[in-house]
């Protein structure tokens, strides 16, 4: 059984700096991408950033990139998501996603398990 747990959200002013953590369990077999994707209220879901299975090819969306850095520590089993230079419009609910096909793609229905999301509140 494949489990997802974020952890790390909070509330920081703009400008400031979080660390997202997952920890996954059960992705015992695969080449498994992880990805963050967070959803605003109001909003669509979007894909924030993405990592291969073996950490050598990541992929981030246009909002974000210079600012986040995704990584994982497969020994560990947990991947995070460094954010700098946090802007308001990045307060959201992260979610922490695996995709079982390898694909580092940014389409969240590419992606087979989820976490149950860390709010990040990012103030003026």
């Known amino acids: 059984q494949v489990q997802l747990v974020e952890s790390g959200g909070g509330l920081v002013q703009a400008g400031g700096s979080l660390r997202l953590s997952c920890a996954a369990s059960?992705?015992?077999?695969?080449?498994?991408?992880m990805g963050w994707f967070r959803q605003a209220p109001g909003k669509d879901r979007e894909f924030v950033a993405g990592?291969?299975?073996?950490?050598?090819?990541?992929r981030y969306a246009d909002s974000v990139k210079g600012r986040f850095t995704i990584s994982r520590d497969k020994a560990k089993n947990t991947v995070y998501l460094q954010m700098a230079t946090l802007k308001p419009e990045d307060t959201a609910v992260y979610y922490c996603?695996?995709?079982?096909?390898?694909?580092?793609?940014?389409?969240?229905?590419?992606?087979?398990?989820w976490g149950q999301g860390t709010q990040v509140t990012v103030s003026s």
């Open positions: 996603a695996a995709n079982s096909r390898g694909l580092l793609v940014v389409a969240g229905t590419a992606y087979d398990y």
């Open positions: 059960g992705l015992t077999r695969g080449n498994f991408v």
């Open positions: 990592i291969s299975w073996s950490g050598g090819s990541t």
